[in-house]
């Protein structure tokens, strides 16, 4: 198998002059180009002194050059370790801290608030969407590099930061081998080829939008039509000129908006892939409405990137994630005993593979503490596989709810009500509570002009679920928490309320 950087020489050694990059109204970035880039972009890696193994911080909006970065970052045996542009000074103080990189990579608008972060063992400079950054103005005047430096399928390529709700923010060591090997299941899996043309709307500090999109693009040979931002309308137009969309669930309700989305918009497309979080059962069957085309989900994540999809040939299912990629294994356990379960019961969901990361930066006891002696990642998700083979994600662990004794699962409830006429979505919490340890509680956004109160929610779920299962309170907000993968932020939401019952 090779690495991420040795498929993207190997494609740009195919096709050369293939457009890898397109992005409206600029000229398109071919293989060769991007691939001279890198080889200076490495270069400039080297001569400030990234040694194999040292770490490359990357804060930067989104473009073509952020992605030569990575792979000359892969290329000089360096560790890729992107932050989220919304993170604060704090925060950035605490990754710098933690992970030590030997150069931190900023904008060129905020170079000049970070360069004061600069010491002896760490370098800030500059890259812009524009062309722009004192990393580029140095590429320029480089000698590409051409050789690269030898990497094994187990040694570290990228560190990702959980977005941990509780205690600090940890770091998943990624290896070559994992990204490598997820790049060809999901290729398989999807039949994902050279001949696609991939609608990229993503952003590129996270799991999906560069592990999963970017690295596919690169080991297959396809192009990307790179988008700075989602924008519904410019989608939909480009839907005529590409084969792929990959996004998150409120990538297809905005779409849904649009009167545009029709069969004939999506004609020429083949597959539309939502992830990172779960996609309404109603969103599911309004788009196949729209478009002819049933979106399919997956289901991964930061320690493990893609392990389960639902079948590229055959029934997706809305609120299912379907079954594991090519050579990734998964099982339900008991959450105390870690026993395994038949299928139908609900447990931890646990995963075994070459996708698995390696441990958490410089946390040995959590690392030891999140797998089986069998080598089996404990997830932290709730699941269950069904009598069809299919998972389905029931909640995080630590949602789970304990009340009176009994444990209660968000999703059946919130499912029961999602199909209350009136209500857009919902999110159920455990909250403090004096008599039962947790209340259960319904937080309900409600559809624009519904008519909706407390005893409404309470009288339709009634019949429908055991009494301590049962929200105490129902609460309404206008939209629910989301980060920006489009989770629901069930943290925030409990730390609002926490006072509701005392």
Known sequence: MQTIYESFIASAGANPDKALFEQPGKPDITYAGTRDLVQRLAAVLTAIGVQPGDRVAVQTDKSPEVVALYLATLQVGGVYL????????????????DAAPRLFVCTPATLDQHKPRETAGLRVESLGA????????????????????PRGMGDPASILYTSGTTGRS??????????????????????????????????IFHIHGLFVAVNMTLVAGATMIFLSKFDAEEIIALMGDATVLMGVPTFYTRLLKSDRL?????????????????????????????????????????????????PYDGARKPGAVGMPLPGIEIRITDRETGAPLPDGQIGAIEVRGPNVFDGYWQMPEKT?????????????????????????????????VISGGYNVYPKEIEEAIDDIPGVLESAVIGLPHPDLGEGVTAVVVPQKGADLDEKAIIDAIRDKLARFKQPKRVLFVDELPRNVMGKV?????????????T
Do not use: C
Request: aromatic fraction near 8%.
């Open 82 to 97: 992107p932050l989220n542009t919304a993170y604060t000074g704090a925060e950035i103080d605490y990754f710098l801290g």
């Open 130 to 149: 524009a062309g722009d950054g004192s990393l580029l103005e140095r590429a320029q005047t480089a000698e590409p590099l051409a050789v690269a430096v």
């Open 170 to 203: 940890k770091g998943a060591v990624l290896t070559h081998g994992n990204l490598a090997s997820n790049a060809a299941a999901l290729i398989q899996a999807w039949r994902f080829s050279g001949e696609d043309r991939l609608i990229h709307a993503l952003p």
């Open 262 to 310: 029709t069969p004939d918009a999506a004609a020429k497309m083949r597959l539309f892939v939502s992830g990172s979080a779960p996609l309404l059962a109603e969103d599911h069957a309004a788009f196949e409405r729209a478009t002819g085309h049933p979106i399919l989900e997956r289901y991964g994540m930061t320690e493990t990137g893609m392990i389960t999809t639902n």
């Open 368 to 400: 030891a503490a999140e797998f089986r002696p069998d080598r089996f990642f404990i997830t932290g998700d709730l699941g269950q596989i069904g009598d069809d083979g299919y998972l389905r994600i029931v909640g995080r662990d630590k949602d789970l």
């Open 489 to 501: 932020q069930k943290a925030e939401l409990r730390k609002s309320y926490a006072k509701l019952y």
